[in-house]
């Protein structure tokens, strides 16, 4: 037994009597965070600023709060080098500074920490090993550690279903290794029991489920039976919606009774398109029919995610049913994945059936009325190589930018698509210089969607554009010409673009510190402060997390304050997974001319209705954010949560893609 082993089995002591902590005499122990305390404005300021030094010197502060205060900045800053001081923060004697400081220390993904932090862990501490600096502890080794310190962590099963606590760590932990690409049998294994035992807490169930929806390549073979029992009895949306994605990526026939069923004894929308993705993945006769049935589903969600399954899984025998779909009274979200379904599974030769087809589908196009439907025309379009004419024309002439770059989009679609080369031969170069020749122009258009789109793009592996591209003049002139912070998303992907055809390594540089928190208008903000937002769909009442995220939530309540998402469109839905708005162009790519810094306390995206800020990566936020549809874990950490939904659910699990925003009331 390796000595990693040893630190964690100590958990056997688990309810043993031990000694006491040191007597800390008269020191404050109360941890109390007011943003109206000028040396928390202060120690927040130092956060936004990235003033390490300023930071470390809070470090010795006697007034715990602001020692915490300090530590728990790093878990928004991420930088290996404050590692060395929050090592010594894991023995501060209060115990939610240390448990701050084992969190931010996992926040950096350091992969020199990890012993250190196994280390650390107390086997004697208080009266209980079941504490929060523990579960921190082992959360912060899913974040840094490799596959022996998983092997170990995982193969701890001492712990009680009392061990609240440490059944959270150990679970987050394995979580997070499996995010970073790191699992094994033992991994997988304590998931399923912590899935099957009854009495373990429901969060603990919920984060076992994801694993399982989220880890690549892991033996369910050995689960098989369990899995498919704990889906079936198990009622907490969550949990199934995660083990459905599951069955669906193992692609074992021995799940489809059980999510077959569920397609039809399921309630929850949300779990039905989780179970109809899935069942994409199987021999198209076992699902063709459920999907067919569901794309006239009265849930919108249901429907589009049905002809999306036809659209990636189609077959060409079912292609003439596919074409009925273009004649009937359904919503644009699914009939523009049907037209799509129909080229992407005709027959290549049928060169006349699809050019008449997609006549008719840039007839769609022409008429539609939403600028999101003509955008996914131009998608369905895509699915045809031979459409790459009509996508470089529609590209020429489109004036609106978001069909503009659904055009790019749909070009790499094309290059992307198998039968590319097939459907060219021999002059399969002379095209693919053509869409180059559409992609430069883009990275020289000084839009910045269009730049972003391109990007990615050329930096496509599979594409292999590094003997096309040597002269990377116009890149580097149009990146030169790119305004920061305004415009890092697109910043971003083109200096990754040329790093990637230079043969280099790249790294974003985290925006300057250029937009510092109005603190007088945060003082307007309680602890019962409501943002009202209403919708085309419905209102949506949303409390906002002031003490966890000021400098998100005063931008947030600016910006209300100035109108400025009045009339704004939910630009982007994923059916059980968000709803997004906030970008002045509707596009994605829009913002203003200022950043603020990402904000990444201890806090979880465990449940649906949080609101989260978008990003293109680590302190590039500005005016955009999302509502959660359910539990997205995989998003902890990384985005910053701002506030959750306490009324009006139902409403964002209506909203569609081009509803918008009427106004935002802020309620003090």
Not at 34 to 62: A, C, H, V, W
Not at 114 to 139: M, P, Q
């Amino acid at each position: 037994m390796n000595y990693k082993l040893l630190i964690f089995i100590c958990v056997l002591l688990g309810t043993i009597m031990s000694s006491c902590v040191p007597d800390t005499g008269n020191q404050m122990t109360d941890i109390v965070i007011s943003m109206s305390d000028p040396e928390i404005q202060k120690i927040t300021d130092l956060k936004d600023k990235q003033d390490l030094k300023g930071l470390y010197d809070y470090f010795r502060n006697e007034n715990p709060s602001y020692r915490y205060q300090a530590v728990i900045a790093f878990a928004s800053i991420k930088k290996a080098e404050a590692n060395d001081s929050l090592v010594a923060m894991l023995q501060d004697p209060v115990m939610q500074v240390r448990s701050a400081a084992a969190f931010a220390i996992g926040q950096s993904g350091d992969s020199k920490i990890t012993d250190r932090l196994i280390l650390s862990f107390r086997g004697k501490d208080t009266l209980n090993v079941n504490n929060i600096f523990n579960a921190n502890v082992l959360e912060a080794v899913g974040k840094t550690g490799n596959i022996s310190d998983l092997k170990s962590l995982a193969t701890v099963r001492t712990y009680r279903s009392t061990d609240t606590l440490l059944l959270l760590g150990q679970a987050r932990a394995i979580f997070r290794m499996a995010l970073r690409n790191i699992t094994c049998d033992e991994g997988t294994s304590r998931m399923v029991d912590l899935l099957y035992t009854v009495s373990v807490p429901k969060e603990v169930k919920v984060l076992a489920a994801q694993y399982f929806g989220r880890a690549k390549d892991i033996n369910l073979s050995l689960s098989k039976v369990r899995l498919t029992d704990i889906f079936t009895r198990e009622r907490n949306p969550d949990i199934r919606m995660a083990l459905a994605t599951a069955f669906g990526k193992s692609k074992d026939i021995d799940f489809l009774p059980a999510l077959k069923t569920a397609m039809i004894a399921e309630t929850d929308y949300r779990v039905k398109c989780n179970v109809m993705r899935a069942l994409g993945n199987f021999p198209y006769l076992e699902f063709r029919d459920i999907a067919f049935k569901n794309l006239k589903n009265d849930n919108l969600h249901i429907a589009s995610t049905a002809a999306g399954v036809f659209m990636s899984n189609g077959f060409i025998e079912d292609v003439p049913e596919y074409m009925k779909y273009d004649t009937v009274t359904i919503p644009w979200q699914v009939r523009a994945k049907m037209n799509g379904a129909v080229l992407a599974h005709t027959a290549l030769y049928f060169t006349k059936s699809k050019t008449v087809f997609s006549e008719r589908i840039k007839k769609n196009l022409k008429d539609a009325e939403s600028l999101y439907a003509k955008a996914a025309y131009v998608d369905a379009l895509s699915k045809d190589p031979y459409n790459y004419m009509i996508l470089t024309q529609i590209y020429a002439e489109e004036k609106n930018q978001l069909i503009k770059i659904s055009a790019i989009e749909g070009i790499g679609n094309i290059l992307k698509n198998p039968l590319f080369f097939r459907a060219f031969g021999n002059g399969f170069g002379r095209i693919k210089a053509e869409m180059l020749n559409t992609l430069a122009n883009a990275i020289t258009s000084g839009d910045v969607g269009q730049i972003a789109a391109a990007s990615v793009i050329l930096k496509e592996p599979s594409l292999q554009w590094k003997e096309w591209l040597k002269d990377l003049t116009f890149m580097k002139e149009a990146l030169a010409k790119l305004k920061l912070p305004k415009e890092v998303e697109a910043y971003n992907e083109l200096q990754s673009c040329i790093s990637f055809l230079e043969g280099k390594e790249y790294k974003a540089d985290r925006p300057a510190y250029n937009h510092p928190i109005d603190w007088a208008l945060l003082q307007t903000v309680s602890d019962s402060s409501i943002a009202a937002i209403k919708t085309t769909q419905g209102l949506i009442r949303v409390k906002l997390y002031k003490k966890n995220a000021p400098g998100s939530v005063a931008n947030f309540v600016h910006l209300i304050n100035e109108k400025f998402y009045n009339g704004k469109a939910f630009h982007r839905v994923v059916p059980n997974f968000v709803i997004q708005t906030g970008c002045p162009r509707g596009d994605g790519y829009g913002s203003l001319d200022y950043s603020i810094r990402s904000e990444l306390p201890q806090i979880y995206y465990n449940g649906e209705g949080y609101i989260g800020m978008a990003s293109a990566g680590i302190d590039t936020e500005g005016t955009q954010w999302f509502i959660t549809h359910s539990a997205t874990p995989h998003l902890d950490g990384n985005y910053t949560i701002f506030g959750k939904v306490v009324e009006g659910m139902d409403v964002v699990h209506k909203i569609q893609q081009g509803d918008k925003i009427n106004e935002i009331i802020f309620v003090k």
